[in-house]
């Protein structure tokens, strides 16, 4: 209660998802370019008692301003993946100098922890993914059951889950082979500036299509809904029988799959996942997530799972389990946090 939240964003998407989320109960500006003169400034105004960055958000010009002022910069969810390591093992002067002017870094995982160990000389805290105790609102479960009241309480419904630049194209191939009778596939862009983009890739192969954003029932003629809207990706989740989370069919990372096993929807990733390694396999462990080596395969189980309601209620259960049994991420990280803001400011 002490202290005013200000939260930084990088282009206007994730400024618009900040707005709905919290309103006026922060602080909201872009992070500047990490140039010197802008970060300076940007510091001077602000005059912020402590900083965190997320995941993989490493600024040298930022790290190394804020060292010097003496105001404590940490690294929370901190992630690294096998891929990003190599990379850093090519500069890695550069990149431990970054590093280690952190005050702090709290990793997801263990195998996180340790490749961020090669190059940090302090202590690295094991905390967890936050993302696991992101709760599913019970307003966009409700909203959930209607969309599926107009997409169609009887169709089959599959969804693919934040996609990416060059995969539409092969889940349209998907589309061409699943033979589940009546099947409506969603499609939602990871990135709302490509969903003209989608529109008309669809246009273009004669797809018959909706948009979420028209608000209206689904015709029975309608193949694709695409999901053209904001904020509302806990909803798509409940209204679909099964899941595909995209950025995984093409060697891009993969997107976080914890949403969907989190409202319990089975869940079909591709080969891609090295952003979210350790959570993907867990999932795919416990029984909650499936993988498949691409278009062909991820048609071959969509068509499977729609016709077997009893695997799909088992993956369901297995995704509830999992998600429950990996929360308290976020209270470990402000118990590491907030003993910084209890030693002296500069």
Same mark, same amino acid.
Request: contains cysteine; hydrophobic residues 40%.
């Given at each position: 209660?002490?202290?005013?939240?200000?939260?930084? =964003?990088?282009?206007?998407?994730?400024?618009?998802?900040?707005?709905?989320?919290? &309103?006026?109960?922060?602080?909201?500006?872009?992070? #500047?370019? +990490?140039?010197?003169?802008?970060?300076?400034?940007?510091?001077? =105004?602000?005059?912020?008692? /402590?900083?965190?960055?997320?995941?993989?958000?490493?600024?040298?010009?930022?790290?190394?301003?804020?060292?010097?002022?003496?105001?404590?910069?940490?690294?929370?969810?901190?992630?690294?993946?096998?891929?990003?390591?190599? &990379?850093? !093992?090519?500069? #890695? !002067?550069?990149?431990?100098?970054?590093?280690?002017?952190?005050?702090?870094?709290?990793?997801?995982?263990?195998?996180?922890?340790?490749?961020?160990?090669?190059?940090?000389?302090?202590?690295?805290?094991?905390?967890?993914?936050?993302?696991?105790?992101?709760?599913?609102?019970?307003?966009?479960?409700? /909203?959930?059951?209607?969309?599926?009241?107009?997409?169609?309480?009887?169709?089959?419904?599959?969804?693919?889950?934040?996609?990416?630049?060059?995969?539409?194209?092969?889940?349209?191939?998907?589309?061409?082979?699943?033979?589940?009778?009546? !099947?409506?596939?969603?499609?939602?862009?990871?990135?709302? @500036?490509?969903?003209?983009?989608?529109?008309?890739? /669809?246009?273009?192969?004669?797809?018959?299509?909706?948009?979420?954003?028209?608000?209206?029932?689904?015709?029975?003629?309608?193949?694709?809904?695409?999901? +053209?809207?904001? &904020?509302?990706?806990?909803?798509?989740?409940?209204?679909?029988?099964?899941?595909?989370?995209?950025?995984?069919?093409?060697?891009?990372? &993969?997107?976080?799959?914890?949403?969907?096993?989190?409202?319990?929807?089975?869940?079909?990733?591709?080969? =891609?996942?090295?952003?979210?390694?350790?959570?993907?396999? @867990?999932?795919?462990?416990?029984?909650?997530?499936?993988?498949?080596?691409?278009?062909?395969?991820?048609?071959?189980?969509?068509?499977?799972?729609?016709?077997? #309601?009893?695997?799909?209620?088992?993956?369901?259960?297995?995704?509830?389990?999992?998600?429950? !049994? =990996?929360?308290?991420?976020?209270?470990?990280?402000?118990?590491?946090?907030?003993?910084?803001?209890?030693?002296?400011?500069?």
């Amino acid at each position: 209660p002490r202290y005013q939240i200000l939260l930084t =964003h990088m282009e206007p998407t994730g400024r618009a998802t900040s707005e709905e989320l919290w &309103g006026d109960g922060v602080l909201r500006c872009y992070l #500047p370019y +990490d140039y010197p003169f802008a970060v300076k400034k940007f510091l001077r =105004h602000f005059q912020p008692r /402590l900083g965190i960055l997320l995941e993989t958000e490493l600024w040298p010009n930022l790290i190394s301003i804020c060292h010097e002022q003496r105001m404590p910069l940490t690294l929370v969810n901190a992630r690294l993946s096998e891929r990003s390591a190599r &990379g850093y !093992a090519r500069f #890695p !002067a550069l990149a431990g100098d970054a590093l280690n002017k952190l005050a702090l870094i709290a990793a997801q995982t263990k195998d996180d922890g340790d490749r961020l160990q090669s190059l940090f000389s302090g202590d690295i805290y094991l905390t967890g993914n936050l993302k696991f105790d992101n709760d599913v609102p019970s307003a966009q479960v409700d /909203l959930g059951k209607k969309m599926r009241e107009q997409f169609g309480e009887n169709r089959p419904i599959w969804l693919a889950a934040s996609t990416r630049d060059g995969e539409e194209k092969l889940l349209l191939e998907t589309l061409q082979k699943i033979q589940t009778s009546g !099947a409506l596939a969603i499609i939602v862009p990871r990135h709302p @500036q490509r969903f003209n983009e989608v529109a008309e890739l /669809l246009k273009s192969d004669q797809i018959a299509f909706q948009r979420r954003s028209e608000n209206a029932a689904i015709a029975p003629s309608t193949r694709v809904v695409l999901g +053209d809207s904001m &904020g509302e990706m806990f909803a798509y989740f409940a209204a679909s029988d099964v899941a595909f989370i995209g950025g995984s069919l093409l060697p891009l990372g &993969g997107q976080n799959l914890i949403e969907a096993c989190a409202v319990g929807t089975p869940v079909l990733i591709g080969p =891609h996942t090295f952003n979210f390694a350790e959570a993907t396999d @867990q999932a795919i462990t416990c029984g909650a997530a499936k993988r498949v080596a691409g278009a062909s395969e991820l048609a071959q189980e969509i068509d499977q799972l729609l016709a077997n #309601p009893a695997q799909r209620k088992s993956m369901a259960a297995a995704g509830l389990a999992f998600t429950a !049994a =990996h929360r308290g991420a976020s209270a470990r990280a402000y118990e590491r946090v907030s003993s910084l803001l209890a030693q002296p400011g500069p």
